[in-house]
């Protein structure tokens, strides 16, 4: 149950985004000179990247989707200051509005879904000719140090799906019918003090039960305490320890 996931983190999930806040960066930063007259975003979350939206396009509508109800509501209620946005419960998988859209926008948020395929078709059709969409992803090898540990630990329980590759994305809206522009895929490590301050902000971003690093039953008490200790001895580097992060972004025209 994402949406279920994602609203539980809902008050704490912007502390620890720096991944997913570079993510959003750099998907406005590939934005072509361009003032279209309304935008989707699909899994908007927190707000990082609509509120980044919202100063780049002042008084442009913005319909920004969540599935989850309740990080709607939060950030509904935190977006008062921006009447211009308009906050929507929906599924990126299956929702139309009501015209096609000249810009849609998407960071960190369309590796949850269950057919990548069959999602990027359906943003292909809400996307009007010509217009633009610009995704970031977030992609397999993110996390791999835990999800390695984990296996290691734990290998009966095993994450049930994994992040789509790069190579799965890139033929998932070449089927759907988009051009790629521009494109960058990167991968990064990101410093956390300590193996604990790390499952902390993982935890709070909403991934940990989830398929970045679930498995199909939960890790006992004892295997965690292992897995974070274990984590601190094999990851530490200069300052803390490190986490990997595989991203890539996307500037699409239909
Ligand atoms: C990691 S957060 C990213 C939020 C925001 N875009 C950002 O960059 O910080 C992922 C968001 O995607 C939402 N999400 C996941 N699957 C979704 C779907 N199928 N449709 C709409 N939203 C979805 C989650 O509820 C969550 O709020």
Same mark, same amino acid.
């Given at each position: ?113 269950? /057919?990548?395929? #069959?999602?990027?078709?359906? =943003? ?5 000719? @010509? !217009?633009?969409?610009?995704? +970031? ?56 003090? /300590?193996?604990? #301050?790390?499952?902390?902000? =993982? ?5 940990? @039960? !989830?398929?970045?690093?679930? +498995? ?39």
């Amino acid at each position: 149950m994402i949406g279920h996931r994602f609203s539980a983190a809902a008050e704490t999930y912007d502390r620890h985004a720096r991944p997913q806040l570079a993510l959003a960066q750099s998907v406005v930063a590939f934005l072509p000179e361009i003032y279209p007259e309304q935008i989707l975003e699909l899994g908007a979350g927190t707000g990082q990247l609509t509120r980044l939206l919202a100063e780049h396009f002042p008084d442009v509508l913005i319909d920004a989707v969540d599935v989850a109800e309740k990080m709607v509501t939060h950030s509904r209620s935190k977006f008062t200051r921006f009447p211009q946005i308009n906050w929507i419960v929906a599924d990126a998988q299956t929702y139309r509005g009501n015209d096609p859209y000249p810009l849609i926008v998407s960071s960190a948020a369309l590796h949850w879904v269950v /057919d990548l395929t #069959a999602t990027c078709a359906n =943003i292909f059709q809400c996307l009007e000719p @010509g !217009g633009t969409f610009a995704l +970031g992803m977030m992609l397999s090898g993110t996390l791999k140090e835990l999800h390695d540990l984990r296996q290691e630990i734990a290998p009966e329980k095993t994450p049930l799906i994994s992040l789509p590759t790069y190579e799965e994305t890139v033929a998932a809206l070449g089927a759907a019918g988009f051009r790629i522009e521009r494109r960058m895929h990167s991968e990064e490590e990101i410093l956390y003090d /300590d193996a604990r #301050a790390f499952f902390q902000a =993982i935890h709070e971003q909403g991934v940990t @039960g !989830g398929k970045v690093s679930a +498995g199909n039953a939960p890790l006992s008490r004892t295997e965690l305490s292992q897995l974070v200790a274990d984590y601190q001895e094999s990851f530490t580097t200069d300052g803390g320890v490190y986490a990997t992060y595989e991203t890539a972004t996307f500037l699409l025209t239909k």
